[in-house]
């Protein structure tokens, strides 16, 4: 997949391996990850996300056992994972100095050998980037990680840590959806006082453009409030409804309009799907082909209604 190959989704297992608990996992556990997954490969999914955090562990066991079940899935599918982020309440919560330890131990609660990309997923204020290249560059020698890529990070953060990384950083995960639009406001409200207070790293869209780092979306179905799930603004209820009237128009699902507009997007946004309901995640096979359908005007009209203001 090159930096300018089209938008494609992913899907993500976070909601995947049961309660946020330590512990084995459940027969159920595995049972749901077995139907999600099922489910992702049925509208063509081929990338699935993980972080060695999600369900602390449990969601890379069941993922391993559901591999275990489905002979030859492992060699169909790009599977990446992130590590930077400790849950356990004796260790700071930021870490990636501890790098080549948290991969091989996803790579234990997955069972496989390798995964495709190994995501960096937070900033840690206390990083340095030489000790992470050198970590990335035994791992890689190791043939235990294919590729690099960074997670909630800004142009300028993927600068610094590329000086240094033998591995060319091809990912960026960030949250951006109809909900989460303070990436987009951020190329409209330059030298505007409505964008004033808008944090979001200026630059960093055309940062990831420039230099091969493919956008990923977390959040995408912005946890489903345009889809069906309560709003919770007048603005969710006025952006929902024209969700609805396109979806009907054109014959398809909510969340087809909802991710499409993500994909739309020239910067080739790949929306990660965190549903773990294998009939939300089949409702979001129509995606690309609503992105290219979607006109200038459709797409403005959902941003100006999820806005819930004029753009100026
Ligand atoms: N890099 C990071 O820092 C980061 C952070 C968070 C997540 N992620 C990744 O991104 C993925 C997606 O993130 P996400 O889960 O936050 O976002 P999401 O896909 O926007 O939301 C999924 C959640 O919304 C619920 N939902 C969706 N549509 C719904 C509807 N119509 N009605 C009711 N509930 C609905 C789902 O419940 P059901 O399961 O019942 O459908 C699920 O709990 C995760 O799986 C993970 O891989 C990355």
């Known amino acids: 997949m090159t930096p300018t190959s ?3 989704l992913v899907y993500g297992c976070m909601g995947l391996g049961g309660d946020w608990t330590p512990g084995p996992v459940t027969p159920a556990a ?16 081929g990338v ?21 079940r489905t002979p030859g ?34 790579l234990a609660r997955l069972g496989v050998d390798y995964v495709d990309t190994l995501l960096l997923h937070r900033p840690d204020p206390l990083l340095e980037p030489a000790d992470v290249a050198v970590a990335v560059a035994q791992l890689h020698a190791a043939g235990k990680i294919r590729a690099l890529g960074v997670s909630n990070m800004s142009g300028a953060q993927i600068a610094f840590l590329q ?32 964008g004033a207070s808008n944090t979001f790293p200026h630059g960093t869209l055309e940062y990831c453009a420039s230099n091969g780092v493919r956008l990923q979306a977390w959040g ?12 919770r603004t007048a603005a969710e209820e ?25 994909m739309r ?21 129509d995606a690309a082909v609503q992105a290219a359908a979607m006109t200038r005007d459709e797409w403005f009209a959902l941003y100006i209604a999820a806005r819930g203001r004029p753009l100026p």
Request: proline share 5%; aromatic share 4%.
């Open 30 to 45: 595995i049972d749901q990850a077995a139907a999600a997954v099922e489910a992702a490969l049925s509208i063509g999914v």
């Open 238 to 262: 006025a952006a929902s409804a024209v969700v609805t009237t396109l979806a009907e128009a054109k014959n398809t699902t909510r969340e087809a309009i909802v991710l499409g507009w993500l």
């Open 163 to 194: 000086r240094e990384s033998p591995l060319p950083i091809v990912v960026n995960q960030l949250e951006m959806s109809l909900g989460r639009r303070d990436w987009v406001d951020s190329t409209v409200l330059v030298n505007h006082p409505d």
């Open 6 to 8: 089209p938008a494609r």
């Open 265 to 285: 997007h020239p910067a080739r946004i790949d929306p990660v799907l965190g549903s773990s309901d294998p009939t939300r995640i089949r409702a979001c096979a």
């Open 73 to 106: 899935l492992r060699e169909r599918i790009e599977i990446q994972t992130k590590c930077g982020i400790r849950l356990d309440a004796d260790h700071a919560p930021y870490d990636l100095c501890t790098i080549v330890a948290r991969v091989d131990d996803s």
């Open 48 to 68: 699935f996300d993980h972080a060695d955090i999600y369900r602390f562990g449990k969601a890379e066991t069941v993922f391993g056992e559901v591999l275990k």
């Open 220 to 231: 995408a179905l912005a946890q489903g409030r345009y889809s069906g799930a309560p709003t």
